[in-house]
């Protein structure tokens, strides 16, 4: 029996996604229950509240669902010629309660790589659709930037002004000015005033150990305060087993498992999964029927496909100087010089150049691994010496790079982990290697005396997407432009595994713009 | 990683993305720092062994301490204590420096010079034991990065200061006269008619 009355709709998920398209939807007036599988994060937990913070990061607090394994975790196992080991936390703010923040636009190429490069798909929306949601997004998640980007369009002046930029930050500045590059001020979801009830950033560093100040704009501290003020019902330690659908095959709610392991059914009227580029692909593959065999909207096949992780690695500069690793936002200063699809290249599409951070002392220990006698004099040579370029580049979608279900590995209550598989493509191989090659630039214009790269596929997974695509075509995608899928009315997706293509930016800016504008054509659409 | 170079590289090297077993345990073996009070799960013949490891591990050297000197290793038999693998696996690596060090040395591993124990930890970083070795590294490593007095010489040593990401520390805010040439630029991005 339905646990109370039927919420107009229901949402899966209660990360980056799931909390803005809740907040929205309140609004407009919806009533709205989110199910979210993690709870909220205990303040007193977070790493950098502590003095071993970098211990903490490791064990309680590591971004990998498999190695943190709590029980509100699901096994995540990673194969591939290139496995990436996906950063994703089960908790009220998801995955970005230690996010780096970075708040990038997508360019309207972006939206058009096929026609313009023969590359992955078009999105079946433009720029100017999502245009007015960064707009929101932005003001929300109260980001710190500044307007006038000539590489570009043109946007509102950022609600605070950009983040502290220290030596580091200057350093890369005059790198890029030698270099005769654009670039400008990385835009970032941490506050650099006071706002709306947050302290300023005072630069603790280290943006993945979580903010135990609440200037890191998750989730959790930007859209759920307000999303419950505004009516949502969040229910935590929800964990969704299935989606259900009445006897005309639409969506009709859920079965899920409270923390205890006992088993609900909620009924809504609409149906919004928010669960993550992976999460996402998970529930709708357990959530087969008989009239679904290959899993819930997957008559195109292509649910847990097209899995995209960004062409990514990292080119660290060690500098005679201090690099003030430990202060500072996780972005300085970025450069989309190199964004667009140059003829002379060997490969299409482009990447970033971000000029960020450096490293702290067990990580730059584990990094070198040095022992012995030499262990000191190699940690005193970098620590606080080195800085890191952040590449990242535009992922080719590809049908073999997929999650799928894995029965061998079961969380808690005895639903099935996840396996990624993940290949690099070779028009992703070339990127990378030439970003290498301008990171190696820009750390020796800005005085680097040497620099390391981490190679052409560190297997990061920071951005997990492209599982759910969205699409005009219901054979090659999941969802149509509105979120909707294609096969079940009722059911809307929308987070990361909905972006056709990654972009080669930092996606957290538009998988949240993407919600924002998902919460109004679900609401609508409500008359469907 | 390509280590310390100047010049870019003539072709990337593919990144390896080992996955040790013992990390997918590693979120139940936090242990607070007033948690580690004394051993738990080795013998105090098999704690000298370890001690001996971590001193060869992190040798004290100018005002750093040793690793054994900071109790590292207690860090290390703590932590893996909360698992059932760590704890095999840690003993086993306990046991089989100490086979190795009497089978080489007819003696203890604790009582070989140092010459002689890291020649037998060098040893163990290849072949199928090395697991065992990085195990140990970064078990060791935790236990010294994380003690009060290994931060303070940190903060001595390279200017790292240890308590910034804890309290916050003041920083340069941007300086937007460094953006004068770059203003000065016309737009660069692809224009997309109907986007």
Redesign the interface.
């Known amino acids: 029996m339905p646990d109370r009355a039927d919420p107009d709709v229901l949402v899966i998920g209660a990360g980056a996604a799931g909390a803005a398209l809740s907040w929205r939807l309140a609004t407009k007036g919806a009533s709205v229950l989110c199910l979210e599988e993690g709870d909220w994060v205990d303040r007193d937990s977070i790493p950098?509240?502590?003095?071993?913070?970098?211990?903490?990061g490791?064990?309680?607090w590591?971004p990998a669902p498999?190695?943190?394994?709590?029980d509100v975790d699901y096994a995540v196992t990673?194969a591939g010629e290139?496995?990436?080991?996906p950063f994703m936390y089960s908790a009220v703010g998801g995955s970005t309660i230690g996010f780096g923040a970075q708040y990038w636009r997508l360019?309207?190429?972006d939206?058009?790589t096929r026609t313009?490069d023969e590359f992955g798909v078009d999105w079946p929306i433009?720029?100017?659709d999502l245009a007015p949601y960064y707009d929101i997004n932005e003001r929300e998640s109260g980001v710190s930037g500044?307007a006038?980007d000539?590489?570009?369009?043109e946007r509102p002046q950022p609600a605070l002004?950009?983040?502290?930029?220290?030596?580091t930050?200057?350093r890369w500045?005059q790198g890029f000015?030698r270099l005769g590059w654009?670039?400008?001020?990385q835009d970032s979801a941490i506050v650099s005033r006071d706002y709306r009830g947050r302290p300023a950033c005072?630069?603790?560093?280290?943006c993945a150990?979580g903010c135990p100040q609440k200037s890191l704009s998750s989730a959790d501290v930007t859209y759920w305060p307000p999303a419950l003020e505004a009516g949502v019902e969040l229910r935590v330690r929800a964990r969704v087993r299935r989606i259900v659908l009445d006897r005309r095959g639409r969506a009709a709610g859920v079965e899920y498992y409270d923390a205890e392991g006992r088993l609900h059914e909620q009924r809504a009227a609409r149906v919004v999964l928010c669960a993550g580029g992976i999460g996402a692909p998970r529930l709708l593959l357990m959530s087969a029927t008989e009239g679904h065999p290959d899993g819930l909207a997957n008559s195109s096949g292509q649910v847990g496909r097209n899995f995209m992780v960004h062409a990514q690695?990292l080119v660290a500069g060690?500098f005679p100087d201090?690099t003030?690793?430990?202060?500072?936002t996780v972005g300085a200063m970025s450069s989309?010089?190199f964004?667009?699809t140059d003829p002379d290249n060997d490969f299409v599409r482009g990447f970033i150049v971000a000029g960020n951070r450096g490293y702290?002392?067990?990580l730059t220990?584990?990094?070198?691994?040095e022992?012995?006698?030499a262990?000191?004099e190699k940690?005193?040579h970098h620590?606080?010496h080195d800085a890191t370029v952040y590449l990242c580049g535009d992922d080719e979608p590809e049908e073999h790079n997929r999650v799928e279900l894995d029965h061998g590995r079961l969380d808690e209550f005895g639903l099935p982990g996840v396996t990624t598989s993940y290949t690099l493509s070779e028009n992703s191989r070339r990127m990378?290697?030439a970003a290498?090659?301008r990171g190696?630039?820009l750390c020796?214009a800005a005085g680097a005396?040497?620099?390391?790269?981490?190679?052409?596929?560190?297997?990061f997974g920071w951005h997990l997407l492209g599982t759910a695509r969205m699409g005009s075509d219901p054979g090659a995608s999941v969802i149509d432009a509105d979120h909707r899928a294609h096969d079940v009315p009722g059911l809307y997706v929308a987070d990361g595994s909905s972006m056709p293509t990654g972009g080669a930016v930092n996606p957290a800016n538009t998988i949240q713009a993407m919600a924002l504008r998902a919460a109004d054509r679900v609401w609508d659409g409500r008359d469907d | 990683m390509a280590f310390d170079r100047t010049e870019p590289p003539g072709e990337a090297v593919l990144a390896e993305t080992p996955e040790a077993a013992y990390s997918l345990e590693f979120g139940r073996t936090y242990v607070a720092p007033e948690e580690v009070r004394e051993f738990v799960l080795l013998s105090e013949a098999q704690q000298r062994t370890l001690a001996a490891w971590a001193e060869r591990l992190i040798p004290a050297a100018d005002s750093w301490p040793s690793a054994d000197e900071v109790d590292a290793h207690m860090y290390a038999d703590n932590s893996a204590a909360r698992s059932p693998l760590l704890r095999s696996m840690l003993l086993r690596a306990v046991e089989l420096v100490e086979r190795q060090a009497r089978a080489a040395h007819g003696h203890a591993f604790a009582e070989c010079d140092a010459g002689a124990r890291e020649q037998l930890l060098g040893a163990l970083t290849e072949g199928e034991d090395a697991v065992l070795f990085d195990l140990v590294l970064e078990l060791v490593f935790e236990g010294y990065y994380r003690d009060p007095r290994v931060l303070e010489v940190v903060e001595e040593r390279t200017g790292f200061r240890v308590k910034a990401p804890v309290e916050g520390v003041a920083l340069e805010p941007f300086d937007e006269s460094l953006l004068e040439r770059v203003k000065g630029l016309p737009p660069m991005f692809r224009e997309v008619r109907d986007a």
Do not use: C
């Open positions: 950098k509240g502590h003095l071993d913070w970098e211990v903490r490791r064990h309680y590591n498999s190695i943190r394994d709590r990673n290139n496995p990436v080991d360019q309207p190429s939206f058009r313009l433009a720029y100017d500044l006038g000539p590489t570009g369009p002004p950009p983040n502290a930029m220290g030596a930050g200057r500045a000015e654009y670039w400008w001020p005072i630069n603790r560093s280290q150990f690695t060690r201090s003030e690793a430990y202060a500072g989309r010089q964004y667009e702290s002392p067990l220990a584990l990094q070198f691994r022992w012995g006698d262990h000191h940690l005193e620590l606080d990378v290697e290498i090659v190696t630039e020796m005396e040497s620099v390391r790269d981490f190679g052409v596929a560190p297997g």
